[in-house]
């Protein structure tokens, strides 16, 4: 088996749950949209202590979503729904499509 295509896993944040793109491979991850909006929508519960159902309430979505984003399990929601959140947490969430090969 080759080591490189060994998924890691999330590595715990300061309250213990695992946040997105923390994982040893988190160079490769960084480049995800979801994960990026997901990195910047935990950081936020984080930041302001908020429990799942006061996260819930201030993002506008179910706390199982909650749970899921703080646990990494995002294959379940999608980008749009995370930029959702983080634009109800008073975000601003800006999207850029590069041209093949990085140039501008």
Known sequence: MNPSHTQQPSV???DNTP???DAP???KEAGRPKEQVARRVVATF???HLTARAAA???GIDPADVQRIRN???ARLSLDCLVRV???LGHRVE???MPPGGGT
């Open 95 to 97: 999207i850029t499509i």
């Open 86 to 88: 983080a634009r109800c």
């Open 12 to 14: 715990p944040g300061p």
């Open 46 to 48: 984080q930041e302001r």
């Open 25 to 27: 491979n988190a160079d």
């Open 72 to 74: 990494a399990d995002l």
């Open 57 to 59: 309430a201030a993002a």
């Open 19 to 21: 946040v997105p793109g």
